[in-house]
């Protein structure tokens, strides 16, 4: 059962499910559906039912959910999302023409990091993430250059994904400290064994300065050099952020 406090209007609860099936990789059952928001297994069928009618969710055949055509849609629609990823495409293909790994666009999402868009091909490494995916903030180098750039500290105990997964605050801070003095962060495994990345910020336009999002490449440890990865995606970020300033 999810630790966060039950949902009490049927908006809330509907959206609780609507999570629920974002949140999955696969179609979702109606008992893991009432397990994941602590709604009354009545309650979470009839909600979804509903969301079925309204063509958000989808039912399968084998009777499980998940998100359905018309909720895609409604989610390009958001101006903010659509201008941003339109913007940054033509940077993530440059950055996947010279690394053939992927590529991300992320944004921040509470203590998580949201991947808006991604761009891969037959010569990355295989990973798990994937558009409209999220990852805890701490152990992705997306999520690493929010938290270094943000004074607030995850609000969460921090997960163990993998054996190189810092979850000691101390070390954690230590490693944000070097996310800010290099100007871009870097995940060594520490969301997937034998995966890696490098992310640096995209600023929002104005005088505040804010990382409104940031550009990543992940790739197989062994085949990617930190380094000059680094200076490309620092370089695709600071055009970004000319771009969206225009």
């Known amino acids: 059962m999810t630790d966060d406090p039950l949902p009490k209007s049927v908006l809330a609860r509907g959206v609780a499910l609507l999570r629920a099936c974002g949140d999955s990789d696969t179609a ?30 989808e039912r399968t055949p084998e009777g499980s959910y998940r998100i359905g055509l018309g909720l895609f ?32 666009l992320a944004v921040p999402d509470g203590t998580d990091t949201l991947f808006l868009e991604k761009v891969t091909g037959r010569r990355a490494t295989p990973i798990v993430s994937r558009t409209g995916g999220r990852l805890p903030a701490h152990c992705t ?25 810092m979850v000691l605050p101390g070390q954690l801070a230590r490693d944000l400290a070097l996310t800010r003095a290099r ?13 890696s990345a490098v992310a640096a910020p995209v600023y929002a336009p104005g ?12 790739g197989g440890t062994r085949r990617l050099d930190v380094d000059r990865v680094g200076a490309r995606v620092c370089a695709a970020a600071r055009a970004l952020t000319r771009t969206l300033s225009v």
């Open 28 to 57: 979702i059952s109606l008992a893991e559906l009432s397990l994941r928001t602590g709604l009354p297994k009545p309650t979470a069928h009839r909600l979804i039912g509903e969301l079925v009618r309204l063509g958000l969710v």
């Open 73 to 104: 849609v409604l989610g390009q629609s958001a101006p903010s999302v659509r201008e941003l990823r339109d913007a940054a495409l033509p940077f993530l293909g440059d950055l996947h023409e010279a690394t053939h790994e992927n590529v991300h």
């Open 141 to 165: 180098a997306t999520g690493k250059v929010f938290l270094a750039l943000d004074p607030r500290p995850p609000h969460r105990a921090l997960l163990r994904l993998t054996p190189r997964t």
């Open 183 to 195: 100007g871009y962060g870097v995940n060594l495994e520490e969301a997937e064994v034998g995966v």
């Open 207 to 218: 005088p505040d300065s804010r990382p409104i999002a940031a550009i990543s490449v992940t």
